[in-house]
Antibody, heavy 120, light 107 residues
Framework: QVQLVESGGGVVQPGRSLRLSCAAS????????MHWVRQAPGKGLEWLAV????????YYADSVKGRFIISRDNSKNTLYLQMNSLRAEDTAVYYC?????????????WGQGTLVTVSS | DIQMTQSPSSLSASVGDRVTITCRAS??????LAWFQQKPGKAPKSLIY???SLQSGVPSKFSGSGSGTDFTLTISSLRPEDFATYYC?????????FGGGTKVEIK
């Protein structure tokens, strides 16, 4: 069965960086697009970024464009989110999610999430 | 960006009730709409995709309809395990956007 396990969350000071990872199993990782979505405490879902199956296409939400970088290593079945210049408003649970296709579909499966807290 | 407006933001219902949640897109998204269920402390779970297709393993009491800009999620005969927050998602174009959520609570 599809399994997505996020890691790398924690407490970080404003302005610092953090890299999240998402280990995938149970499907052919190199065939599917992948997303990052976050949820601030008590708030709704906010989509952040998508990467195509081969890593050649990426798209970002305006709220993180220029600060966050999505990437993947298909040899390791792992998705990444490099988060730079972190702000208090980036505090959230971060989910990775599998696209239903190689690109441009919905988020069919989700990981359990990892909490990022940006605070001094 | 395409704005997704869900209504109501919350509702109270009883076990056995039929519930309908509405999602409106700010522009035509054809049928590129998905619905998700989220329980407290858990990840969202896919229920419906392509506006009306049931995700594998999801009970048939969940149904979706609509196209263009107006969509609905219907839950027939609410059970205790159905009390959760529901979100719509458009994937017609990037950025993907979500509705604000509808919290279904026990009356």
């Amino acid at each position: 069965q599809v399994q997505l396990v996020e890691s790398g969350g924690g407490v970080v000071q404003p302005g610092r960086s953090l890299r999240l990872s998402c280990a995938a199993s149970g499907f052919t990782f190199s065939s599917d697009g992948m997303h990052w979505v976050r949820q601030a405490p008590g708030k709704g879902l906010e989509w952040l970024a998508v990467i195509s199956y081969d890593g050649n296409n990426k798209y970002y939400a305006d709220s993180v464009k220029g600060r966050f970088i999505i990437s993947r290593d298909n040899s390791k079945n792992t998705l990444y989110l490099q988060m730079n210049s972190l702000r208090a408003e980036d505090t959230a649970v971060y989910y990775c999610a599998k696209d239903n296709s190689f690109w441009g579909s919905y988020t069919v499966y989700w990981g359990q999430g990892t909490l990022v807290t940006v605070s001094s | 960006d395409i704005q997704m407006t869900q209504s109501p933001s919350s509702l109270s219902a009883s076990v056995g009730d039929r519930v309908t949640i509405t999602c409106r897109a700010s522009q035509d998204i054809s049928n590129y709409l998905a619905w998700f269920q989220q329980k407290p402390g858990k990840a969202p779970k896919s229920l419906i995709y392509a506006a009306s297709s049931l995700q594998s393993g999801v009970p048939s009491k969940f149904s979706g309809s609509g196209s263009g800009t107006d969509f609905t999620l219907t839950i027939s005969s609410l059970r205790p395990e159905d009390f959760a927050t529901y979100y719509c998602q458009q994937y017609n174009s990037y950025p993907v956007t979500f509705g604000g959520g509808t919290k279904v609570e026990i009356k």
